[in-house]
């Protein structure tokens, strides 16, 4: 419930009239597919406790029949917020003279256009399934939509059938431009290019009377696996991803104007009831395609600033000499992710690097960290990449690249079977002088240059010895062909999961709990993805109870109540959701000279903690710890885009207080690094 809350923040975002109406549209579209993976992988978890039984229950979750029935009601209010916001943003892009037409709202020359588009382009791309002379219901892909039709005859009320066609989103745009007037802009959908073209497909066989509507169903996306350490991990997960595709309905969303006889027809060759989360909703659905609405047609898009150049990295730069004398923060999407494919770039020629090592997650589609890797090999250089098959909905992405790594010759590792390998960091080896000298970075995100540039997050490069040899010991711990725990506790600097960081954090808190103890100051400052894990959530409640200052900088999921009566210092927490996505983890313990600060790529939930492979890296520089001390103070000041984290889930905006300066703490981190950038200069 409090991720539902979190998408409800998201869709808040679509709702805020002062936002672009593009970038209204994009938040409709990130809600709609943070949806369909909320109901893929979480609710799809929630029926199969349903299924364990009682015993089961008791150690997973009390209540997950009731956990549903909250979710399909919040579900189904957050669907009408929705149509409402689509409306109004249908009449802002109205007086913007931009029209979304559907297929009967169209004028001789668009008529034309959208046959001719359809002959050439659609027809060949679709086949029509006429369901009811099929033995069995066909499988109904995930992450597709379908026009479910129905076809009869004005004459012959007997002569009705029913049809499914597969709208071909990704061979074809989603949406398509129209022949318009001069100053307009219309705008047809895939699927009701389809619609028009009805007759086209089927007067042939003797209708004349065709209804189309847009249904679509979300599947579980859980792979079962088989944990067995002999089991070949690749084998398993093509199977999983096979199994995924087929993965039972979890939500089943239609067109509420659907003829009635169709979806009960539906409803039961598809074996769905209402514990299916049968959802009506509009005419469109998928609107995560609304993440690429095409931007063309607007007039006054003010472009986000773009990334610029860290000052000490500015090509021609030898990259190493630099973070050889300093060790330099990115953060990222204000300054360039060009910096980490420069590094990664100038290891792959420099003649004296010996070997790079490095964990990928996500990769962009067209990744030069890849190529770049690839590079490094061909000019003798030992390359380890190890790359997590099990990234989720990135599966089959990493199942191509590894292929591709290895036919370059590169060495590929894809980690152990029961536990993903999450963190992000690289070491590079170097021989100077017969001397070897360590260079690389510990990072809170994906090695991604495309999500990169929206993606809030902390990049440390460095030369410093005691973090890269612990990196190192990482990488001896990922080469084996089995995960050995014992092998991490021979790490000193780096917090490392599954076997250190929940102590180490815990400790952090603690020792806060004893400075307060002693009348000290006491302070403790999270910024995460997530925050659930019950024995750290209780860690901050003793906290609270000693009157030790806290606060939380959390964007999705966040379990702590921060109000109880018996807080000394009762914890404030707020969520940012604004134009690029608060992904980075931060957690500063202590002020002044006591002060200690890390990144991590590990949120604060049992699984990052317990069950996966994750980094996190103390900052020694003190010029870095206050520049990240700065950026989280900025955020804690935020009072435009940031809500307050209740029991209430009632996601409140917090407003500035009178004469307080207005704070959109993302525009204010870019001014803030770019004067810095300036002073330097």
């Known amino acids: 419930m409090s991720w539902l809350s979190f998408n409800g923040r998201v869709l808040q975002e679509a709702e805020d009239e002062t936002n672009h109406p593009h970038d209204r549209l ?3 579209g990130i809600f709609s597919n943070n949806l369909d993976e909320f109901f893929r992988v979480r609710v799809a978890t929630l029926n199969k406790m349903v299924k364990l039984g009682s015993a089961a229950k008791m150690q997973l979750e009390a209540n997950p029949e009731k956990i549903i029935k909250d979710i399909q009601h919040g579900v189904v209010e957050q669907q009408a917020i929705f149509e409402k916001i689509f409306k109004d943003i249908l009449q802002q892009l109205s007086d913007r003279q931009i029209f979304i037409k559907n297929e009967k709202q169209l004028n001789k020359e ?55 066609i597969e709208i071909p989103v990704g061979d074809l745009p989603r949406f398509v431009l129209l022949p318009s007037k001069k100053g307009t802009s219309d705008i047809i959908l895939l699927e009701d290019i389809i619609r028009f073209n009805l007759p086209y497909l089927f007067a042939p066989f003797g209708f004349d009377r065709f209804m189309g509507h847009v249904i679509k169903v979300t599947r579980d996306a859980e792979m079962e696996m088989d944990n067995d350490f002999n089991s070949n991990l690749i084998d398993e997960l093509e199977k999983g991803l096979k199994n995924r595709k087929k993965g039972k309905a979890t939500r089943f969303v239609y067109d509420k104007q659907i003829d009635p006889n169709l979806l009960d027809w539906l409803e039961k060759r598809l ?62 999407p204000y300054h360039s992710f060009d910096s980490v494919i420069d590094l990664l770039r100038e290891s792959a020629i420099d003649p004296a690097v010996v070997s790079i090592k490095i964990t990928l997650y996500r990769l962009a ?23 997590e098959l099990k990234a989720r909905f990135d599966e089959e992405a990493n199942l191509r690249w590894r292929r591709r790594l290895e036919e370059e010759g590169v060495q590929v590792k894809i980690g152990f079977p029961d536990m993903k390998i999450h963190a992000k960091c690289c070491v590079i080896k170097r021989r100077e002088f017969n001397k070897t000298k360590l260079f690389g970075f510990v ?4 090695l991604n240059e495309s999500t990169a540039r929206v993606y809030g997050d902390h990049c440390l490069l460095t030369s410093n010895a005691k973090i890269l040899n612990d990196v190192n010991k990482v990488f001896d711990v990922l080469e084996k062909d089995h995960f050995h725990p014992h092998l991490l506790k021979s790490i000193k600097t780096l917090i490392v999961s599954p076997e250190g960081t929940r102590r180490a954090f815990q400790q952090q808190i603690k020792k806060q709990i004893a400075l307060k103890k002693k009348k000290k100051d006491a302070q403790i400052l999270v910024k995460l993805n997530s925050l659930s894990d019950k024995e750290i959530i209780n860690d901050l409640y003793e906290a609270a109870k000693q009157g030790v200052d806290i606060q939380l900088v959390i964007r999705g999921i966040c379990c702590a109540v921060t109000d109880q009566e018996f807080f000394k210092k009762k914890p404030r927490a707020i969520s940012i959701v604004d134009q ?8 500063i313990f202590g002020l002044g000279d006591e002060k200690e600060v890390f990144i991590s790529s590990a949120d604060w939930m049992t699984r990052n903690l317990d069950h996966r492979i994750e980094v996190s890296a103390p900052i020694f520089d003190p010029s870095i710890q206050e520049e990240l001390s700065h950026i989280m103070n900025i955020q804690l000041k935020e009072n435009q885009k940031a809500r307050i984290l209740d029991l209430s889930l009632s996601n409140e905006y917090i407003e500035p207080a009178e004469g307080e ?9 870019y001014h803030y690094l770019v004067e810095k950038t300036y002073h330097k200069g």
């Open 26 to 28: 994009k938040f409709l």
């Open 110 to 164: 668009q008529k034309d256009f959208v046959t001719q588009y359809f002959d050439e382009k659609v027809h060949t791309r679709i086949v029509p399934l006429m369901v009811e002379s099929i033995p069995s219901m066909p499988f109904l892909r995930d992450r597709s939509i379908y026009l479910a039709c129905v076809l009869g005859h004005s004459i012959n009320p007997i002569m009705q059938r029913y049809a499914l």
């Open 271 to 332: 074996g769905l009831n209402k514990k299916d989360h049968l959802i009506p909703g509009g005419r469109i659905h998928n609107f995560k395609d609304f993440m690429d609405f095409p931007k063309q047609v607007f007039q006054d898009i003010e472009e986000r600033p773009k990334p610029f150049v860290h000052p000490l990295l500015v090509q021609p730069c030898r990259i190493m000499d630099v973070i050889n004398r300093s060790d330099v923060m990115l953060h990222f």
């Open 365 to 387: 589609s067209d990744s030069k960290v890849i190529n770049a890797l690839i590079n490094a090999v061909r000019n003798g250089k030992q390359v380890l990449v190890v790359i």
């Open 443 to 446: 990072s809170t995100g994906n």
């Open 580 to 587: 690029y996505l608060e992904h980075a983890r931060l957690m």
């Open 661 to 669: 300066p207005a704070v959109r703490s993302q525009l204010e981190i």
